[in-house]
Structures are given as structure tokens and as C-alpha cells.
């Protein structure tokens, strides 16, 4: 327990200056930008990692430097609060604050005004872990959040080079050792032991499928699956591609989860030939969407939707074969999800769907509402929440049947297979190979569940994007007046058509998303709405062309 000392505050900030004139915002994504902006970015998020452990009675607050899926020369910084999630909506504003603070006195400004804001108290203990992904940049990132928290006196763990939901779970160990809610042991040694464990009970005894290629983005992802096929191994092998974590400008160029789902093809490299499974993650390893080539050899994406659905469906039959039939499940989606998916879930599975607005911190919000929530963005990043009721009636439930007791036995696995705390890659994808190997199926099996309406995602840019206010879960768009109505009518005609316009959280850019029944109708209607939106919203540099 000691005061803050803001002399020794001033001068270690004074090595981390801001760069004059630059607005920075913690977004959905935490700081995201060039590398080189970074550094009082990343010093100041150590100052803030610090005063939300104080407030939170020196709880373990975890700080993750990494950039995702952007290019190599980015990074970004983001919290992680201490049950796994992501950080407090609220606290979003305090970091914005703390990181446009101009010079070192308007930061111990700024870091007094949070401390009097949020009633915490400055000499408490603090307590941080931090990880970085596989960027050149990284080092010196961590060197800055380490010279904050060094003069705060916080406890520290450097947990090292880790994908973004090992953090994520390591905060949460850390947090819950030797509680009732342990979430298992806080070393990576740890993840990988409880994911095993969990993969095997799910899977021995069945025949293993063919050879999993996995496209690690030339990420972080790559050093651990190789991990990962230790514990593994003897039950499915992995073909890792795209795993130079080592040549400068290879992360996240032409392959990972982003560059698959926008492009809607696989990596330039990878042979992607009928009768090879494959699978894509982004470059903190925290989205996964799979994919194969059918018999013409035509590209097929299974993305967040089909595994939402395969995931649901699986959990639905264990849940009703178990006889835990008061375990309600649900499934939360954001607008992009494809009209097809909405509709398999809720004519076929008849599980409830709920919508929310873009951004996992939403999407994960939501399936806290169910017992079994079931959570993805069509981009591939989302999990299941199992809650306490879930968890303690699966956990003590007998069973009468040998059948019942498998089903109770492989939800229980399930509960600790999946990364509860946030989408990953890794636990996602033994989660999709445990189904398939459950059920014996194919990829192409799997995609026959439904088949996706052709979509189009389109960025418009314009003058200014905050123009954009939308409703319904960013479906409707209620200013600029008049617009929403004008869609409409476009849309109209269309058969199964559907279109939405909304501005992007993390681009300066406004999204259109279109699907209809044919490819040719719906890119007819991503061109007209992407025009309209162009035209009656101060669209900048060149109209959207006809897809071709
Ligand atoms: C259409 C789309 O994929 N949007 C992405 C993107 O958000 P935007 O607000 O659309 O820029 O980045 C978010 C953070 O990574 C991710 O959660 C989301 O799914
Ligand atoms: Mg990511």
C-alpha cells in the first residue's frame, strides 16, 4: 500500500511523450494504429491497468498488445477485466481520456479526475498481466506499459508472447484460483492441459477424421498449435501453413480469418483441393472460420454463422438427450449475420435468436441472458457462455441411461473446452472438431444445414461517417432523415432481399451489407444502396462501381 507518487509519474511520462495533435479513442478493439503512435498509448494503459486493479480490491487486470487481423505495421493495446471480458464500457472513456492527456501535468490531472470519478482508492495494491502477439513492435510496447507500471508499484506477470484469449483465460485463473469458480490453472502449460483433457474425453474412442490444414495468418497462432499438437496429437493431425512468424511483412498478408471471409477464397499458396479441410485464423488467433473445395473445386466458407449453427444444434441434442431440458439455450447474431443462418435457427433448431449491435463486448452481454448462449459475429469470432445454473445442473446431474450419461459426460467437457472468456481460435476449432467427430460428418456435410443467400459487404466513404445514427440493432438507420425510407424502397423488389447501412466502429468508413436470392441481385442491390448512401451522405472520391 502506497500513495501514488505523480512526481515520479511526471518523469517516467515524460519519456513516453504524446505525439502532439493526435486524437486517440478506445474503441471496440481497445487503441488500434500505426506501431509508431503507440508508445504514450501503451504507457498510459499501463497508468490505467493499474487504477481499475486498485478499484477493483487489486484484482489482476490483464493487458494485451496486439493488433488482430490489421497489418503488420499496426498494434493496439486493450484491457481485460478480471473475470476474462473485456473492459467495463465506462472505463472506455477514462482510458480515452488518459491517453489525449497533451502534456505530463494534464495527466496527473487526468489520473486524479478518475481516481475522484470512480471513488477508488490510490494507494491500493495493483496487480496486471500482460501478453503480447508475435509483432516487431511489440518489445518496445511492453517496455512502456512496463515503465508505468513499475512507477505505479504494481504487481506484475509477464506472460509473454500469447494469442489475445490466453490472456483472456489466464486473467481469470489468476483472478479465481482456489475460489468455487477456479477456472484452472493460470500457465499456459495450464490452457493447453484443460483444453486436452476436455478434447480427449470428447473424442477418444471415435475414428479421428482426416488432417486439419490450419492457416495461422503468420501469427502468433502458429508457435501454439504446434503446442497445442502435443497434447493433441494423437488424436488429430495438423497441417500448419502460413506459419512464418519471422519474415517481416508476412502477418496477415493474403491469408488469416480476415483476408479468407472478405475475400471469400483461400490463401494464394494453399492447395485447397477436394477432400482437404481447412481452417483460417486471424493473427491474435481470436476468429476461426473453416472451409473446403467441393468436387467442382468451388471455394466453400463455413464462417461464424455455420459454426454458431452447428455448435447450437450439437448442444441442443447433448442438452435433450441429457435430460436437462430447464436449460434454455440461446443464440446471439449482429445484422451481418446471413438471412439463411437466422432462419435455420429459428425454423429448424427452433432455438431463440437475439440481434445486437456489432462488437463482441455486445454480443457477449446478450448470451449472459441465456443459460447456454451461443454467440458469434459471421466473422468468426464468438464462443459459448455456459452459466452458473448450466454449469451446476450439468455438473450434478446422473444420468439413468448409458446414453444420458454420455451426454451429461460431453456437456461437461464441453464446459471445459470452450474459452468461456471471449472467442478463440484454438478452443473454437477443437470445439467444431469435436462435433464433427461426434457426429461423424464432413465439412460438406455440415454446410448442408443450409445454404448461405450470396451477401455483399461494401465500404462507402464519406465526409463524415457521424452523420450515421442507427436503431434496431443497427438495422435501421434513423438519421440522415429520409434515408431508411429511401432503402427501403430500393430493397423492396428484391427477392429475400435484405440491405443495412451503418458507420464503422474501427474505420472511417460507412458499411453497406446486401444479400437477395441470386449473387447477380444481390451485387444489383449492394451497388444501388452503396450509391444512394454515396450520394445523399457526402460520399468522398469515387462513386461505388457495378461488382462485375
Ligand atoms: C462487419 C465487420 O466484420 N465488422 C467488424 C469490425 O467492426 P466495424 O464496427 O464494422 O468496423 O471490427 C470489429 C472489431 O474487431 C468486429 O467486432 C466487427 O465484426
Ligand atoms: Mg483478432
Redesign the pocket.
Known sequence: MAPIDYNKVKLASAKHPKPPGVKFTYG??GFRMKAELLDSVTFRVGILASLRSKKLDSKTIGVMITA?HNPEEDNGVKLVDPYGEMLEQSWEEHATKLANAESDDDLVNVIQDIIVNTGLDGSNDSSIVYARDTRPSGPALVAAVEDALKVLGAKTLDFGVKTTPELHYVTRCLNTTGTEDAYGEPTEEGYFKKLGDAFRELVERKPHPSALTVDAANGVGAPKIRQLAEVVGEFIDFNVVNDDIYTKGKLNFQCGADFVKTQQRAPPGMNLVSGVRACSFDGDADRIVYYYADEDGKFRLLDGDKIAGLAASFIIDLVRTAGLGDIKIGVVQTA?ANGSSTAYLTNVLKVPVSCVP???KHLHHEAEKYDVGVYF?A?G?GTVLFSSHAINSIRSAKGGTPEQVEAINRLSALTNLINQTVGDAISDMLFVESILTNKQITLKQWDQAYTDLPNR?VKVVVADRHIFRTTDAERKLVEPKGLQDKINTIVAPYTEGRSFVRP????DVV?VYAEAATRQECDELAFKIAGLVFDEAGGVGERPKEFL
Not at 464503422?504 to 474505420?507: C, I, K, V
Open positions: 471496440t478493439a488482430s451481418y456489432t462488437g463482441v459475429e466473422n469470432h459487404l464503422s466502429g474501427t474505420e458499411r
